[in-house]
């Protein structure tokens, strides 16, 4: 028998002690384990949204909000502001309208549904008030007001734009199940038509249909999976500015930053160059924002790793220490027959590793099946948190976009605990400092205790 | 052969300093059973712990076989404890948790011996001294007082040391197991020839030992 195997075996000697003490160990071990595993998953997680977020900033004229609320669209001059920015690479501007029955030939291939119909009726409840004040002041009634509103009726999207690949929803470009595409800068009466409003209509490339009184021949059919999309209309951004008499006009421009690092820093320049006439959101900003609450989660879990590990080194010195008092007649029984320092502290170390050891087995194993959940747990927990805080920075410019940058946030709450073998190495690296911290001091204890102590006591 | 000289043992207490041994001298030669009498606080365990390298003297020398252990560095300390004592304590003093014969070879692996003969050469020692092998195998808590004090004698001389200290060895067993276990101490000490220093209280058994010291307040007032 040797000092090692001697450490074993006391280790062992008190079962229902050094259950509790493993017991203890276990839990704490398991928590640094799981804190590890949600802190590098959240962590790669804010990576991931961070280096998807993209480069891209959106400018949209103060006020407006897809087709709703009001103010007055961007102008040439300010689209020339903004493609001179530093740091700007591209731009993409794009000019949306809605074509009513009358404007086109074309069947909205959008049912109204509940939402549609209420949308429209608080338009049209407007639009006929203001009709019949104009027309007759002194006849107008509450009661002609409401019998004149018009039955709400589908419409269909259009959208002009230098790319056409700025309608596609998922960031990529935009997928053509038929035909070829349009060039973006020209004012050639073509159109790509949504896959919805083509079936719709029976359109296919080449055929041709009516809008704003002019003959557009379709160029081709694109899919985007998306059903708003799907059943708008695509048009070179001078064609509608053209038809519908908004010269240099665009209502969104979506600016291409050289890098991400310079994103905030062109964001401040274009607030600056364009005051309050226009409304600017970057992908990057709302990243920020919403990876800001797994971010907490992040050094919460590195809070709980650390307090996890004091607790664990506390709990093996504790014991060790209440052991080497315990056992202060023996370790000087052992130095009085010729047991030298050195081999009476690998005996308590041995003992001590051997508590750790049995502690990180059980600990290891609980971290591994409660990581997982745990990390969905912190990260669901925090969700509602992220929600509110992406909430002001998610207001997009368009309809479309702001899908996309809600699919986003949503993306967030997905963290899944992965364990990793880097992970399970720094969770078993802490499990060694707990054991090295919980037996140094015993040992200084037990350097300190003399042989002679044998004898006096008796 | 032990030669003690001028030996001096001084704590420092509140209220001032405590001689605890004064001046002590003796010689005790190689195979004698010498006894040390005493009333409580005279001084006697200081002497053996002394004796014994386990405490370091103020002042004076303790020359065992011409090698003065109290000047002995902390590691040689041990080492001298190790392969040149051996204790026997009134309390036993058994490891707990290991078996008779694990105690003894103990010892055993702390004086060096290789770990393949430490077994059998505890298992002699443990018959010798009046074990069986079932008994061997048994830990402390199930010995009666009698067999752990045997077991605590076979540790003692595991070594082939030059002296076995013993420390009120018959104090906590009744008084015939006492006199089995002092007749043990002394036989052995002639088939070893090994020197024995006994504290005790049991004037019987010092007036069956070699040599007998008396202590009173430190000094050695009767040698006989």
């Known amino acids: 028998m040797n000092v090692v195997s001697r450490g074993i075996k006391n280790a062992l000697r008190s079962p229902m002690r050094s259950g509790a ?31 998807s977020a993209g480069t891209s ?34 731009i993409v501007a794009t000019l949306s309208d809605q074509l009513t029955t009358s404007d086109t030939s074309l069947t909205p291939s959008l049912e109204l549904g509940l939402f549609g119909a209420r949308q429209q ?51 990529s470009d935009l997928v053509l199940s038929s035909g070829s595409s349009i060039d973006g800068s020209s004012s050639d009466l073509v159109a790509l038509v949504g896959t919805s409003l ?36 695509i048009m070179p951004l001078a064609t509608v500015q053209t038809l519908t008499d908004q010269s240099g006009a665009v209502n969104s421009v979506i600016a291409k930053v050289d890098s991400s690092d310079n994103v905030s820093s062109t964001v401040t320049t274009l607030k600056s160059s364009l005051g309050d006439k226009a409304d600017i959101t970057s992908q990057v900003e709302q990243a920020a924002a919403s990876v800001s609450s797994l971010e907490s989660i992040s050094s919460l879990a590195l809070a709980g790793v650390v307090g996890a590990t004091i607790a664990g080194s506390v709990i093996v010195l504790l014991a060790m220490v209440m052991i080497v008092r315990e056992r202060r007649r023996e370790i000087g029984v052992i130095k009085a027959i010729g047991g030298s320092n050195v081999k009476v502290i690998g005996q308590f170390v041995s003992e001590a590793l051997t508590l750790t050891i049995i502690g990180a087995i059980v600990g290891l194993s609980l971290g591994i099946v409660v ?45 899944t605990g992965s364990l990793t073998p880097q992970v399970f190495a720094a969770a078993v690296g802490i499990t060694l400092i707990i054991s090295i911290i919980g037996s140094a001091v015993p040992a200084w204890f037990i350097a300190r205790i003399r042989p002679g102590e044998v004898l006096r006591t008796e | 052969m032990l030669v003690v000289k001028n030996l001096t043992k001084s704590f420092n207490s509140a209220g001032g300093e405590v001689h605890a041994l004064k001046d002590v001298n003796m010689t005790i030669n190689t195979g004698e059973f010498a006894s040390i009498i005493g009333k409580s606080g005279s001084g006697k365990s200081t002497l053996l712990s002394m004796l014994g390298a386990l ?46 014969l694990e105690n003894v070879m103990l010892a055993l692996e702390f004086g060096g011996m290789p770990a393949s003969k430490r077994k059998a050469r505890a298992q002699e020692l443990l018959t010798e001294v009046g074990l069986d092998e079932d008994e061997q195998l048994r830990k402390p808590t ?3 007082g009698g067999q752990q004090q045997r077991v605590s004698i076979a540790r003692a001389l595991a070594n082939k040391p030059a002296i076995v200290l013993a420390d009120e060895p018959t104090g906590n067993l009744d008084s015939e197991t006492g006199k089995k276990i002092f007749d043990l101490l002394h036989s052995l000490t002639r088939s070893e020839n090994v020197t024995i220093i006994a504290v005790t209280h049991d004037m019987d058994i010092a007036g069956k030992t070699d040599r007998t010291f008396r202590l009173k307040d430190g000094q050695i007032v009767i040698e006989k």
């Not at chain 1, 839990?27 to 804010?46: C, D, E, P, Q, T």
């Not at chain 1, 055929?207 to 059903?227: E, L, M, P, Q």
């Not at chain 1, 509602?384 to 809600?406: C, D, N």
């Not at chain 2, 004076?60 to 300390?77: F, P, R």
Request: cysteine-free; overall charge positive.
């Open chain 2, 55 to 100: 405490d370091v003297p103020t002042s004076g020398s303790i020359q065992v076989d011409d090698i003065d252990i109290a000047k002995l560095s902390a590691a040689k300390q041990t080492a001298y404890r190790a392969k040149k004592i051996g204790f026997v304590f009134q309390h036993y003093n058994l490891i707990p948790n290991l078996t008779a």
């Open chain 1, 57 to 90: 900033v959106t400018i949209s004229p103060a006020g407006v909000h897809g087709f709703d609320g009001g103010g007055d669209p961007l102008t040439a001059a300010q689209i020339t502001t903004i493609k001179d920015t530093a740091h700007v690479s591209s």
């Open chain 1, 371 to 415: 990581s997982g959940p745990m990390t969905s747990s912190l990260v669901s927990n925090q969700s509602s948190t992220a929600t509110t805080q992406a909430g002001p920075g998610a207001g997009g410019p368009g309809r479309m976009f702001k899908g996309g940058m809600s699919q986003l946030s949503s993306n967030i709450t997905q963290v």
């Open chain 2, 142 to 144: 199930r010995l009666s």
């Open chain 1, 121 to 171: 009726r608080s338009s049209t409840d407007s639009t006929s008030s203001t009709d019949s004040n104009a027309a007759a002041p002194a006849d107008s009634s509450s009661t002609e007001t409401t019998t004149t509103r018009q039955a709400p009726t589908p419409k269909t999207t259009v959208t002009g734009t230098t790319d056409q690949n700025s309608v596609s929803t998922d960031g």
């Open chain 1, 21 to 51: 003490i493993v017991l203890m160990l276990a839990i704490s071990i398991g928590l640094i384990l799981s804190m590890l595993v949600a802190r590098s998953s959240v962590n790669a997680k804010i990576t991931e949204v961070k280096s």
């Open chain 1, 198 to 233: 083509a079936t719709k209509n029976s359109l296919k490339v080449g055929s041709t249909f009516t809008a704003y009184d002019k003959t557009i021949t379709v160029k081709g059919i694109f899919k985007t999976g998306n059903t708003f999309a799907d059943s708008g209309l």
